[in-house]
């Protein structure tokens, strides 16, 4: 009978542990107040992780990405309300990180920028009907020279720069 006790309180143990789930991972979706989705994505341990999308009130979609530990991560898209994408690029650690795409009002590339968490540290290049139009060349936010032209831009910088 006392070998019993011991039995019975390990597996009531067993028992409660089955029912928590040691990732405490689930779906979860909030709403603005008229009821529309405003976000969708994963929560672990009450902190957004994985894919998430965001949502404007009139219900197109206004960012998408990934979170890790509650901080932006990887490759995101950010669009208006009228669904247009106005820009695109990589965070690290919740910072804007290397080359980051920017759009016009009909969704074509008008300037894309290197950045270094957040800041434009590097090469920018403008465009104008798809074609480049100026390159800029930025230091920690600073712009340092601009070229207009491609021959110009190509006689003091080599392309392989602009990777």
């Known amino acids: 009978m006392k070998l019993l006790k011991p039995f019975y309180s390990l597996l009531i143990c067993l028992g409660l542990l089955a029912f928590i789930n040691p990732e405490d991972r689930r779906y979860e979706r909030t709403y603005y107040d008229d009821g529309t989705l405003e976000s969708e994505g994963w929560i672990r341990f009450n902190t957004r992780t994985d894919y998430w999308t965001f949502y404007h009130p009139n219900?197109?979609?206004?960012?998408?990405?990934?979170?890790?530990y509650g901080k932006k991560e990887k490759y995101w898209f950010f669009?208006?309300?009228?669904?247009?994408?106005?820009?695109?690029?990589?965070?690290?650690?919740?910072?804007?990180?290397?080359?980051?795409l920017f759009y016009d009002k009909k969704g074509r590339v008008n300037h894309k920028c290197q950045l270094d968490k957040g800041i434009k540290n590097g090469y920018c290049l403008k465009y104008k009907d798809t074609k480049l139009i100026a390159a800029e060349k930025y230091s920690r936010g600073e712009k340092i020279?601009?070229?207009t032209s491609f021959?110009?831009?190509t006689n003091e910088n080599s392309l392989s720069d602009l990777k």
């Open 151 to 153: 021959r110009a831009f």
């Open 79 to 100: 669009f208006n309300e009228d669904r247009i994408r106005i820009k695109e690029g990589k965070f690290v650690d919740n910072k804007e990180i290397g080359w980051w």
């Open 59 to 68: 219900g197109h979609k206004s960012e998408q990405g990934f979170y890790s």
């Open 145 to 147: 020279k601009e070229w």
